[in-house]
């Protein structure tokens, strides 16, 4: 478990940057594999840097407009990051947003006859670790005195997903009556004087509005909500996913210009309801003493209201980050892999002999990659684990949580139910994304999620028993920042 919480504070500072993500036209989306590259782009992707520094701890908060980062690409954008700035606890989420560009990790394109894409999400990851570095080298040097607010609100734009069809099977469809989370979390930073620097948004949706048959680069009802934020406030936002593994959009996946309205307007009942909760936030003015007037046409007298400047207190800021071995499904037999793995190989040859479509082969060959990572992982006589970070940020009373997984939703109201903090965002898609863990219950129902390594190209995927560990190891981070003390 790594900590940072070992020496006096200074003042509580605050920066932020931004700088615009969005690829070339003609890179492939992800998200879902669609038959060509992007045609144009809707609304520019964003990857902005919050740096908080207390002079004890430094802790940089990147919110990124794109569906995934490998955990392994992360740990790559996290040194380049520290070799620039120095010892600093990075916080990296996506939006998960659908219309973004693919890393180089997921295999979403075919070598044989895609060399220029090859090149383009090469290009493209170096570029965007660039791009981290700096953004993240200007938020500090953005930084100044700060105070800070964060309180939640409610809007529902999102439904379960997991519907039941006719013949019991489970679709990605929507399920009315299944668990969701309407809970807007919002963070204020201001400065003293009451000049807005930067407000966090945290919702759990996916942002999936704009489905495979679009070509635009979006970020989806993100971009929509950030800019509602912006524009009524002042104030640089970012947003930050949630648990939204089994949370699609009310509206679900829209295709052509009917998308886009659909995506801006739910961006737009979000950001107005973020909005609202952030000018209750107001930190560097509250009332202090009534004053009473006599009305000059009767005996009544009028009341008022003297504002005066709010005493400062800078909150503690702390960050924990530890990382747990977690056991992994039990691969098949060596030689029932094995055939898996011919068979798919067998199949990627006929789709290419038959000149089939984009999808198709793509489909096939990451098969094939697939089969051969479960192949390794069956003849290896060990049981499968991997290594999963929890990491949390304490910003006074309020806590952010991290988990590299598509969490659903239930995770996260369990971890938030058992926090002692006034306010805590817990979030998936942070740190990476390793697959989609379903609750223990969601294993016995089946479904899409339940299958989700295959396409996260991971030889197995999770066991039942992730939930409960998740759980605990959150709630043990989230006990351990309660804990911090500091000296001012």
Request: hydrophobic fraction near 40%; charge should be negative.
């Amino acid at each position: 478990m790594t900590v940072q919480d070992d020496h006096t504070a200074a003042p509580f500072r605050v920066g932020v940057a931004r700088t615009d993500i969005s690829p070339p036209v003609g890179l492939r989306l992800t998200g879902t594999l669609r038959e060509g590259g992007s045609t144009a782009v809707d609304r520019p992707l964003s990857l902005t840097a919050l740096a908080l520094l207390d002079g004890r701890s430094t802790v940089i908060i990147l919110a990124c407009d794109l569906v995934h980062l490998a955990p392994e690409e992360v740990t790559l954008l996290r040194a380049a990051i520290v070799d620039q700035t120095g010892p600093a606890a990075i916080y990296v989420n996506v939006s998960h947003s659908h219309a973004t560009p693919a890393t180089p990790r997921a295999q979403e394109f075919d070598p044989q006859t895609e060399a220029d894409q090859v090149e383009l999400v090469d290009r493209y990851f170096r570029t965007l670790v660039e791009e981290a570095v700096r953004v993240s080298t200007a938020a500090l040097a953005d930084a100044r005195p700060a105070v800070a607010g964060h309180g939640t609100g409610s809007v529902t734009i999102g439904v379960n997903r997991r519907e039941v069809g006719p013949d019991g099977n489970l679709l990605l469809g929507e399920n009315p009556d299944g668990v969701t989370d309407p809970t807007v979390g919002v963070v204020r930073f201001d400065e003293p004087g009451g000049r807005p620097i930067a407000a966090v948004v945290h919702y759990s949706c996916h942002p999936d509005v704009l489905g495979p048959k679009s070509g635009l680069i979006s970020p989806d009802f993100v971009g929509a909500a950030r800019a509602v934020v912006e524009q009524l406030t002042g104030a640089t936002a970012l947003f930050l996913q949630g648990c939204a593994g089994d949370i699609d959009p009310l509206c679900g996946i829209v295709t052509g210009d009917d998308g886009i309205r659909e995506a801006d307007r739910l961006g737009t009942e979000l950001g107005c309801e973020a909005v609202r909760v952030y000018q209750r936030l107001v930190r560097h003015r509250r009332r202090d003493h009534r004053v009473h007037w006599r009305s000059s046409t009767s005996t009544s007298s009028v009341t008022g209201w003297v504002y005066r400047d709010a005493p400062r207190h800078d909150p503690i800021l702390a960050s924990i980050s530890t990382t747990i071995t977690l056991p992994l499904r039990e691969p098949p037999s060596a030689d029932e892999a094995h055939a898996e793995y011919t068979a798919a190989v067998d199949h990627l040859d006929a789709v290419r002999r038959q000149e089939s479509d984009l999808p198709t082969r793509l489909r096939a060959r990451r098969r094939v990659i697939w089969t051969g990572m479960q192949l390794a992982a069956a003849r290896d006589d060990r049981t499968p684990t991997i290594d999963v970070e929890v990491q949390g940020i304490r910003i006074g009373d309020l806590a952010l949580l991290g988990i590299p997984a598509e969490l659903f939703v239930e995770i996260g109201l369990r971890i938030r139910a058992g926090s002692p903090f006034r306010t805590t965002l817990v979030s998936g898609y942070t740190n990476g994304v390793l697959f989609y863990v379903p609750t223990a219950a969601a294993f016995e129902q089946g479904g899409y999620e339940i299958e989700s390594h295959q396409n996260y190209l991971r030889p197995a995927g999770p066991t039942p028993e992730w939930e409960k560990h998740l759980v605990a190891t959150g709630l043990d981070v989230l006990a351990e920042l309660q804990r911090v003390e500091v000296t001012r």
